[in-house]
């Protein structure tokens, strides 16, 4: 770990005083047209659908290109997209949506129901990460005309918990260019995507760039102002600091940069280092059991390794004022969810994991070694690096001896969630808005194989299955908070997944964009009023 414990609580403190202060440019009267934006892409997906795949690292291309029916406006709540306005029926079996009119696909075909129907059940029911389990209940999509799309499900879907997940879960795809077209993963749209949003493919170059243009027949008047987007792949944390402040790239997204180099441009007036527009994409630290291990399925053994890990001492002094201890897989920023009682929490001991251990049958052999597991480390972020070699370094004080395996974002989710070749995987669960949107499908089991951020840890638990169904399907406030809370308490009991720390994504960007972190989920978000000055 190569950053001392004064050094992690300045850069953090810095970032935080720039935060607290007020933004110096995020909207101005006067837009002007033209100018290409460059984009940090740090990790690669090998997925450019938002349709097929739900990750900031899809939406951050995918949504400037691909629109849904609903986003979030800048007070947080639902405005229409591809759909006008929407109804449920009083049952909450029936929720009709009525979709804008004169929108055309990159193409030039036009936009229907059609579309709509075929994404919602070929995709999102079948393919989707998150969808499989929030549209679980859906059972048909009737398209009276092109205009209506009527969704229906066999259990009630509460309106606000459906308008909640669209914005991350609503993305559309035509229709014309899936349907007949062989295996939807496979199909080579995924990675030259047609969408009706305010910019149009152009070109990917793997591992280069990826380029997109300015939608002249963009159905919103006089968007986007931008001629050109173009999200230029850069790994090395670094190199991608350096290529900002040599004015080569314009927005580094989702903590890309490395805290130190976060702090040091908070005080360059070129940028602003803001927590602004990550709102509503709250993330917790994680580490995920895959039980095809015994040791592993063993739950002594996910105990022995919560308690040999000292959170606070890690969040002082490697994360610092952005992080916090996390309580449970529902963080504390959800008003509407965070339940009073959380269950079980794993403070640091380090003779009770041993106990635990030897309790489990697994006692030091040779050397003090228990046992060997392999840690892949999602690449999303720094935080995540570090995390993984402080597990390293903390559970080898306990008897297991760990290998950390580091791949490119493609790598990592092929091995976790396709392959199952891991132990132990460590990176982030973002939280958007309700539990049952992306939260309860990493517990949820009969996930469809190799879908991202699902469970795919070969855990089943039918008491927890029950919970989350019953709470995806509760129109009562009230109810649904109660299961919820029953849920984390569950999850904490079984621990299938720990979460463990709390933080919020930094957003490093130039000050002359324009516009710019003015909806809780920007990055993820459309950018057709984005513009950049002279």
Do not use: C
Not at 61 to 78: F, M, N, R, S, Y
């Amino acid at each position: 770990m190569d950053m001392t414990r004064r050094a992690a609580l300045l850069t953090s403190a810095a970032i935080a005083a720039n935060v607290l202060n007020p933004m110096r440019s995020f909207a101005q009267a006067t837009p002007r047209k033209g100018g290409v934006f460059t984009v940090h892409y740090g990790a690669e997906q090998r997925q450019l659908n938002p349709s097929l795949q739900a990750s900031t690292g899809v939406y951050i291309i995918g949504g400037k290109i691909q629109e849904q029916l609903v986003d979030l406006d800048a007070t947080g709540q639902p405005v229409g997209v591809l759909a006008e306005s929407w109804e449920a029926a009083p049952d909450g079996k029936t929720i009709t949506f009525k979709l804008r009119k004169g929108v055309n696909w990159h193409d030039g075909k036009p936009f229907t129901s059609a579309d709509v129907q075929f994404t919602a059940m070929e995709m999102w029911k079948k393919i989707l990460n998150y969808g499989t389990t929030l549209q679980l209940f859906l059972t048909a999509v009737d398209t009276p005309d092109p205009l209506t799309a009527v969704f229906r499900y066999e259990r009630p879907m509460p309106l606000a918990l459906l308008l909640r997940a669209l914005p991350d879960l609503g993305y559309i795809s035509p229709r014309h260019l899936y349907e007949g077209k062989g295996d939807i993963r496979q199909n080579p749209v995924n990675l030259a995507p047609i969408g009706t949003g305010p910019f149009k493919f152009v070109t990917y170059e793997r591992g280069q760039h990826v380029i997109a243009d300015r939608n002249a027949d963009y159905w919103r008047q006089n968007a986007p102002y931008l001629d050109r987007i173009v999200w230029r792949v850069v790994t090395d944390r670094a190199a991608a600091a350096a290529q900002m402040e040599a004015g080569q790239i314009h927005y580094s997204p989702f903590s890309g940069l490395t805290i130190s180099d976060s702090a040091r441009l908070a005080k360059d007036p070129r940028f602003i280092v803001s927590t602004k527009g990550n709102e509503g994409n709250a993330r917790t630290n994680t580490v995920e059991f895959n039980f095809r291990r015994k040791e592993l399925a063993d739950i002594r053994v996910r105990q022995a390794i919560a308690h040999a890990l000292d959170i606070p001492f890690f969040i002082e002094n490697f994360l610092g004022d952005f992080a916090k201890r996390g309580t449970g897989p529902v963080p504390s920023v959800s008003t509407d969810f965070y339940p009073a009682d959380n269950g079980p929490q794993y403070p640091f001991d380090k003779k009770l994991a041993a106990k635990l251990l030897d309790e489990a049958g697994f006692k030091a052999g040779t050397g003090g070694t228990r046992f060997s597991l392999r840690l892949l480390p999602a690449p999303w972020g720094e935080d995540i690096s570090l995390f993984a070699t402080f597990i390293q370094q903390s559970l080898s004080e306990i008897g297991i001896k760990v290998e950390v395996v580091r791949t490119d974002g493609g790598g990592f989710l092929k091995q976790v969630y396709d392959d199952h070749a891991f132990d132990l995987a460590t990176g982030w669960h973002q939280y958007r808005n309700d539990p049952a949107v992306s939260t309860t499908v990493w517990y949820r089991s009969g996930q469809p194989k190799g879908a991202p951020w699902t469970n795919q840890w070969d855990w089943t638990d039918p008491v927890i299955d029950k919970i989350i169904d019953d709470a995806a399907t509760e129109v009562d406030v009230a109810k649904r908070k109660a299961l919820y809370g029953d849920f984390v308490r569950r999850a904490n009991t079984e621990l299938p997944i720990w979460t463990p720390i709390e933080q919020i994504f930094l957003t490093v960007i130039n000050a002359k964009a324009r516009n710019h972190s003015n909806t809780p989920r920007w990055g993820s978000s459309s950018w057709h009023d984005l513009w950049l000055a002279e």
